[in-house]
């Protein structure tokens, strides 16, 4: 569960009665904003993209934006231990998270602009891999990119003239930045089967780069992510769990529709669980 590609052969499999169904009752969701959480590999940003496009939702990766400060503070050369230097840098930062103008740009699911530079692949680089933990656990740097991050999930959570409503992929939507999302998803995978998916997405980028050094990597993060102070990775308590181990992307993305589904017919708020 890496990419676009794999994810176009796929989704063929899921019936299209399932589809419509989910857009129709995705109209009753209430926020329309479907948070999808989970450590790194686990798969959110190859499914949440997917789900989002087939309810015409736009498709909003938080991660993104830690890995494009990251990316700038580590350009600049600024300590990336200092959390006031970086956190000010967070706040000055002009920062562009768009729809990707093909599918398959550079594999990935959004278009990331710094201060007008597109930095999508840089962005993906084991060298940002390996220290955006640290940037992302800083206090002043979070609280700059949530505020964009909830004034964003307010917005297209009542629709508008674009979207009539978000997906919204990263560590904390369900339990910070939008706790009233009306479905939460945690998404989980054993951390071999990450480094795996991890390790196979680098070799198809062309990267040589070995299997144990991903996997140390993301036990790493893993270890950052979850164990910050400040909003720590950890699924909400009204999230559904999902572990994607030995799912495909299809069936992922079907039991979300299905939670959609339900969730939207149990009267659209907090409903999945009910
Ligand atoms: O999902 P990702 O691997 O692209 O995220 C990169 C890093 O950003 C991840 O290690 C933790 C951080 N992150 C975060 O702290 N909060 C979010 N909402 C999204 C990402």
Do not use: C
């Not at 989910?22 to 790194?40: E, F, M, N, S």
């Not at 398959?104 to 084991?126: D, F, K, M, W, Y």
């Not at 220290?131 to 999930?153: D, F, N, Y």
């Amino acid at each position: 569960m890496s990419g676009s590609n794999d994810s176009a052969v796929r989704l063929e499999k899921i019936a299209p009665a399932i589809i419509t169904e989910a857009q129709q009752w995705g109209l009753w969701l209430r926020p329309r904003v479907i948070a999808i959480d989970g450590p790194a590999g686990s798969g959110k940003s190859t499914v949440g993209y997917v789900v989002a496009e087939m309810l015409d939702f736009l498709f909003f990766d938080t991660g993104a934006m830690y890995r494009a400060v990251t990316w700038a503070a580590w350009e600049s050369g600024v300590d990336l231990q200092d959390g006031n230097v970086v956190g000010e840098l967070a706040e000055e930062l002009e920062m562009d998270i768009l729809p990707p103008s093909d599918l398959n740009r550079h594999g990935r699911n959004s278009v990331v602009l710094v201060n007008g530079q597109e930095v999508t692949a840089e962005i993906r680089r084991p060298e940002v891999d390996h220290r955006v933990s640290v940037v992302s656990a800083h206090a002043r740097v979070r609280s700059a990119l949530s505020l964009h991050q909830k004034r964003l999930g307010n917005r297209y959570g009542v629709g508008d003239a674009e979207k009539p409503g978000v997906v919204m992929v990263g560590r904390d939507i369900g339990t910070v930045i939008m706790p009233d999302a009306a479905l939460k998803i945690y998404l989980d995978a054993s951390i071999a089967e990450r480094a795996r998916r991890r390790h196979r997405e680098l070799l198809s980028k062309g990267k040589d780069i070995d299997y144990k050094q991903v996997d140390a990597a993301i036990r790493m993060r893993d270890k950052f992510d979850s164990e910050r102070d400040v909003s720590p990775l950890r699924a909400a308590e009204d999230a559904v769990v999902i572990d994607t181990s030995n799912l495909g992307i299809d069936k992922v993305v079907e039991s979300i529709l299905a939670l959609v589904i339900k969730a939207g017919q149990g009267g659209g708020r907090h409903a999945a669980q009910s």
